[in-house]
């Protein structure tokens, strides 16, 4: 059965990463924009990087433009954009679809392991977050709205397992 560490998504170099190096840690996964009315849930989820990564979790940023055209920079201009604006410390990777033919492979496994409301597979807008077990296995997708810090019991929790 397939988990999120088969998967390599690109990093902004475009250089494959291996998802195995997250084994045994729970992970946070979730599309971005820097120029969406949710941006600023990256102050969430840093706080949570923060707080957490001692403990065993990571967050893991997804750039998308597929909404709105909210993510239109380069991966330096959107790294930038979120180290100075957010102070934004953990992993960016490189921007990708998250719907459609060239949706990345591991959005189209998380959303097919945790599908949204009346079963939908895709991704409806910016933020939309997905939390994983330390087994690599999906719990959880949040809606865009949710803000991080909502999440917080549910991230207690897996840690726990």
């Not at 997804?62 to 959107?78: D, K, L």
């Not at 994983?132 to 726990?160: H, N």
């Amino acid at each position: 059965m397939p988990t999120i560490y088969d998967f390599h998504p690109a990093l902004p170099d475009n250089t494959p990463a291996a998802l195995d190096q997250y084994r045994g840690k729970v992970v946070l996964i979730v599309n971005t924009a820097s120029k969406c009315g949710f941006t600023p849930q990256y102050q969430g989820l840093e706080k949570i990087y923060r707080e957490f990564k001692e403990k065993g979790v990571e967050v893991l940023g997804f750039p998308c433009n597929q909404f709105g055209g909210q993510e239109p920079g380069t991966a330096e201009e959107i790294g930038a954009f979120c180290e100075k604006n957010y102070g934004v410390s953990f992993p960016l990777f490189a921007k990708i679809d998250v719907n459609g033919d060239q949706a990345d492979p591991l959005f189209t496994y998380i959303k097919t392991e945790a599908p949204g409301l009346l079963g939908s597979k895709a991704i409806k807008w910016n933020f939309t977050k997905f939390l994983v077990r330390k087994d690599g296995s999906v719990f959880k997708r949040y809606a865009p709205a949710t803000k991080p810090e909502d999440m917080v019991a549910d991230i207690e929790k897996l840690l726990a397992e």
